[in-house]
């Protein structure tokens, strides 16, 4: 019942984005362009990172079946796209033989199989189908918001900003001055889903062998964040300095609707904020930085891995705070509500799955409590921030600082204790 109300609630989400989507935009939906994939180039998404993840649930030669099955249908509409002379985008050849492996394994599981069998394939299918709808939902979404919201907050954020000292700018110039590094930054920014892949495998390697999922993992909190998160898109539509305040992505072409072209070189004057107004193709997806939430839940769980799959953890996370910065995507409290946020999910969700314990529901409400009033202080006291930086600066570091902290406090206090190694009793010398 569960899982059959959670599938009706995302069904119905799912619906109501199409629609939108049409009213709106005049575009296809989630659904239709998950649905046109099944013959059509598809765009570049995750469709072989959510392969991977139903393949969990598979032995080594299904997986084998699964994935063969895969490459062989891709390779199929390559040939016939290359015979027919189909004009296919660049970077779009591969990722329909995912798809179809995915849901011949959906039928597979109907048809052939019974019981716990079937019940654990059709969680793996809805695991991977997950991931890959997640991206055209989020991409529907972030449309919804550069429609309806016209005006944009940036320069209320730009001025609390004052209070971490501009961190946007001072990244964005020495990126400027590193040169080889931007293209690192620029990939780890645009493949955040790999990693999360990566460090989910990690996580549910067992589950073929065990016959059910662990009790908590890395997609769950991925999937939750991108559900709630881009909500607060619609409460507080802010598009990123290198658009409020810069040439936007593409050369000149964002200046017409910039406040002013000041960055990365020149911080913008302490000057009292208002909405402005700003084009409808730019997504108000800043506030708070999920991609740096989802970073943060990468390096969450990647503590528990292998000490490769932490040391990627942690340079997955630092490159993206550094990305997001360096390329002018997020002001610096964009980032520290992000890292609220991330714990704050992370917590609800441990906290559920302890039993509702005390402590947990003191965590989720002070963080939720938190986040709040970063936000409430982004929106009303943006020229207080700007005006004594030594005073808010601190005190928003310290409010962040004291999430981290007791969410690390509290998760660890609900771990196995290990008891001590018994030291062998010395044993009487033989007279």
Same mark, same amino acid.
């Given at each position: 019942?569960?899982?059959?109300?959670?599938?009706?609630?995302?069904?119905?989400?799912? +619906?109501?984005?199409?629609?939108?989507?049409?009213?709106?935009?005049?575009?296809?939906?989630?659904?239709?362009?998950?649905?046109?994939?099944?013959?059509?180039?598809?765009?570049?998404?995750?469709?072989?990172?959510?392969?991977?993840?139903?393949?969990?649930?598979?032995?080594?030669?299904?997986?084998?079946?699964?994935?063969?099955?895969?490459?062989?249908?891709?390779?199929?509409?390559?040939?016939?796209?290359?015979?027919?002379?189909?004009?296919?985008?660049?970077?779009?050849?591969?990722?329909?033989?995912?798809?179809?492996?995915?849901?011949?394994?959906?039928?597979?599981?109907?048809?052939?199989?019974?019981?716990?069998?079937?019940?654990?394939?059709?969680?793996? +299918?809805?695991?991977?189908?997950?991931?890959?709808?997640?991206?055209?939902?989020?991409?529907?979404?972030?449309?919804?918001?550069?429609?309806?919201?016209?005006?944009?907050?940036?320069?209320?954020?730009?001025?609390?900003?004052?209070?971490?000292?501009?961190?946007?700018?001072?990244?964005?110039?020495?990126?400027?001055?590193?040169?080889?590094?931007?293209?690192?930054?620029?990939?780890?920014?645009?493949?955040?889903?790999?990693?999360?892949?990566?460090?989910?495998?990690?996580?549910?390697?067992?589950?073929?062998?065990?016959?059910?999922?662990?009790?908590?993992?890395?997609?769950?909190?991925?999937?939750?964040?991108?559900?709630?998160? #881009?909500?607060?898109?619609?409460?507080?539509?802010?598009?990123?300095?290198?658009?409020?305040?810069?040439?936007?992505?593409?050369? $000149?072409?964002?200046?017409?609707?910039?406040?002013?072209?000041?960055?990365?070189?020149?911080?913008?004057?302490?000057?009292? #904020?208002?909405?402005?107004?700003?084009?409808?193709?730019?997504?108000?997806?800043?506030?708070?930085?999920?991609? $740096?939430?989802?970073?943060?839940?990468?390096?969450?769980?990647?503590?528990?891995?292998?000490?490769?799959?932490?040391?990627?953890?942690?340079?997955?996370?630092?490159?993206?705070?550094?990305?997001?910065?360096?390329?002018?995507?997020?002001?610096?409290?964009?980032?520290?509500?992000?890292?609220?946020?991330?714990?704050?999910?992370?917590?609800?969700?441990?906290?559920?799955?302890?039993?509702?314990?005390?402590?947990?529901?003191?965590?989720?409400?002070?963080?939720?409590?938190?986040?709040?009033?970063?936000?409430?202080?982004?929106?009303?006291?943006?020229?207080?921030?700007?005006?004594?930086?030594?005073?808010?600066?601190?005190?928003?570091?310290?409010?962040?600082?004291?999430?981290?902290?007791?969410?690390?406090? $509290?998760?660890?206090?609900?771990?196995?204790?290990?008891? #001590?190694?018994?030291?062998?009793?010395?044993?009487?010398?033989?007279?």
């Amino acid at each position: 019942m569960l899982w059959a109300t959670a599938g009706l609630v995302a069904l119905g989400f799912l +619906v109501a984005l199409e629609i939108a989507a049409r009213h709106y935009g005049g575009v296809p939906g989630p659904i239709t362009n998950q649905a046109r994939e099944v013959l059509f180039p598809p765009k570049p998404g995750p469709l072989y990172g959510g392969l991977a993840l139903m393949m969990v649930v598979l032995t080594w030669r299904q997986r084998f079946i699964a994935a063969g099955f895969a490459v062989g249908v891709d390779a199929v509409f390559v040939l016939v796209r290359w015979a027919v002379d189909a004009d296919v985008p660049e970077g779009q050849f591969f990722g329909n033989g995912a798809l179809w492996a995915m849901l011949g394994c959906a039928v597979f599981a109907i048809t052939r199989r019974t019981g716990a069998e079937r019940v654990l394939l059709l969680k793996g +299918v809805g695991l991977g189908l997950l991931l890959v709808a997640g991206r055209k939902t989020g991409d529907t979404w972030l449309l919804i918001t550069a429609k309806t919201r016209p005006t944009v907050l940036d320069p209320y954020v730009a001025m609390a900003d004052h209070a971490l000292g501009n961190p946007s700018w001072l990244a964005g110039r020495l990126l400027e001055a590193s040169g080889p590094v931007s293209p690192v930054l620029d990939l780890v920014y645009a493949q955040l889903a790999v990693a999360a892949v990566a460090v989910a495998l990690y996580q549910l390697r067992n589950v073929a062998t065990e016959r059910r999922f662990p009790r908590h993992h890395l997609v769950r909190t991925f999937l939750l964040i991108g559900l709630v998160g #881009p909500a607060f898109y619609m409460i507080f539509p802010v598009v990123g300095p290198i658009f409020a305040y810069g040439p936007g992505t593409s050369g $000149t072409g964002g200046v017409q609707w910039a406040v002013a072209d000041l960055w990365p070189h020149t911080p913008p004057p302490i000057t009292v #904020p208002h909405p402005v107004p700003y084009d409808g193709i730019t997504p108000r997806n800043c506030m708070p930085s999920l991609h $740096t939430a989802w970073a943060t839940t990468i390096f969450i769980h990647s503590r528990k891995g292998p000490r490769l799959l932490r040391y990627a953890g942690t340079f997955w996370l630092t490159a993206t705070l550094g990305a997001t910065l360096g390329f002018g995507y997020h002001y610096g409290v964009d980032l520290l509500a992000g890292v609220v946020f991330a714990l704050t999910i992370e917590a609800a969700l441990r906290t559920y799955d302890h039993g509702w314990h005390r402590s947990g529901v003191q965590l989720v409400a002070y963080g939720t409590a938190v986040f709040g009033a970063l936000l409430v202080s982004y929106r009303y006291l943006p020229m207080e921030m700007a005006a004594h930086p030594w005073v808010y600066g601190p005190l928003v570091m310290l409010s962040t600082a004291s999430v981290i902290y007791g969410y690390v406090r $509290t998760t660890g206090s609900w771990e196995p204790k290990t008891p #001590p190694a018994l030291r062998p009793e010395p044993q009487p010398e033989m007279v």
